[in-house]
């Protein structure tokens, strides 16, 4: 689909449009990475100046980590869109005798667990996100600390929305055993996610107002 090849201007006019995808679970992955690149860009002004030497080497472990979650973040923008179409697929299916309905029934469980991974994904990978800005706010570049903010905030937005899209299909899913064990994988992350990128923006502000 290359969804993440588009310029700003068709993502967002397709986004409004009515077209299937992409759609939350794209915006959420979308918002992920540019808030992790605006952490990348701290990085690269902090790295070689000489006022922030005694943290150039764990920059650069947060830089070098921040590029490979932007790239996943993009990624996961087509698919998420590619593990969308079959649950659209399965809920057009016309079922009217019982043996139709069962088999409607099990394409569609097996169709909404395909879109489930992709968000659990991005919960995930947000939250590592956070925690490296969690690293960044107190050694990165006070002349881009607002962007440490700005970051941290797109963040703590896509993990709640990729949270949301988890929620919503594992709603529809009978299998009592993967719900429980989804929500055992995402809850904890985004409570924890939400708590850090709030501490991490309170500090931003505290920097910001002296």
């Known amino acids: 689909m290359e969804l993440a090849q588009k310029n700003c201007t068709e993502f967002i006019e397709l986004l409004a449009s009515k077209a299937a995808v992409p759609g939350g679970g794209g915006a959420a992955a979308l918002t992920g990475a540019i808030g992790m690149a605006l952490g990348s860009m701290v990085c ?3 790295v070689g100046k000489k006022k922030y030497a005694e943290h150039e080497e764990i920059i650069k472990d947060i830089l070098k980590k921040a590029n490979n979650i932007e790239q996943n973040l993009l990624k996961m923008i087509d698919e998420d869109a590619e593990s969308f179409l079959p649950l659209l697929k399965a809920y057009g299916i ?3 005798t019982e043996e139709e309905k069962k088999m409607k029934e099990e394409t569609l469980e097996k ?3 395909k879109a489930c991974k992709v968000p659990i994904k991005i919960v ?3 939250y590592e996100a956070i925690k490296l800005h969690e690293e ?3 050694r990165g570049s006070r002349l881009a ?3 440490v903010g700005v970051g941290v905030q797109c963040l703590r937005a896509a993990l709640i929305s990729a949270q949301l ?3 919503i299909n594992i ?3 009978n299998d009592k055993e993967y719900v429980a064990k989804v929500k055992e994988e995402t809850e904890n992350l985004v409570k924890e996610g939400v708590k850090i990128a709030d501490k991490v923006y309170k500090k931003v502000e505290k920097i910001l107002s002296k």
Request: hydrophobic share 40%; net charge positive.
């Open 44 to 46: 690269n002004l902090t």
């Open 124 to 126: 995930k990978t947000t």
């Open 111 to 113: 169709a909404l667990k």
């Open 145 to 147: 600390i607002s962007d």
């Open 136 to 138: 960044l706010v107190d």
């Open 94 to 96: 016309r079922a009217k």
């Open 171 to 173: 709603n529809s899913i």
């Open 165 to 167: 899209n988890v929620i």
